[in-house]
């Protein structure tokens, strides 16, 4: 795969945006690796090969479990994650598959506020929001994994 155009070098201020968005929300109060699953999940869910690579690694670089990482595809079989995580993933899921759905269930979203608060779920939206950005740039440009 032969990677389209680079959206950094060609477009760096939307770029430097983004990266104030992950800035934010590495400093948010939301676990990061709750946060890492979930960028992880949604890029599978788009099929970003870039992106399900570098969050794979970066969970891997940061202690996470190789189970907790394999097996995030099928984290509802899964035992390996806390209630806490399977809600943010739940969030995730639904909130990546819009169009397949009318809209995020109440029960999914009920289930998440039993377990983060108002400032956390805000800070999930963005982070569901910006992972599926991001999978979308590298997906439309073809970004190869390994490529940044």
Request: net charge negative; with cysteine.
């Amino acid at each position: 795969m032969t990677q389209r155009l680079n959206v950094a070098a060609l477009a760096p201020e939307a770029y430097k945006s983004f990266i104030a968005v992950e800035a934010y929300l590495h400093t948010c109060g939301l676990p990061l690796g709750t946060l890492g699953l979930m960028k992880l999940r949604a890029s599978q869910i788009n099929g970003c090969a870039f992106c399900v690579d570098m969050h794979s690694r970066d969970l891997k670089k940061s202690g996470e479990a190789d189970e907790r990482i394999w097996s995030v595809a099928a984290w509802r079989e899964a035992t390996v994650y806390s209630p806490a995580e399977r809600a943010a993933l739940a969030l995730t899921e639904e909130a990546t598959r819009l169009a397949d759905r009318a809209a995020v269930p109440d029960a999914v979203w009920q289930e998440a506020a039993e377990h983060y608060d108002e400032q956390q779920l805000a800070s999930m939206v963005v982070a569901i929001a910006m992972i599926n950005a991001w999978n979308r740039i590298a997906v439309t440009t073809r970004t190869p994994p390994g490529a940044m």
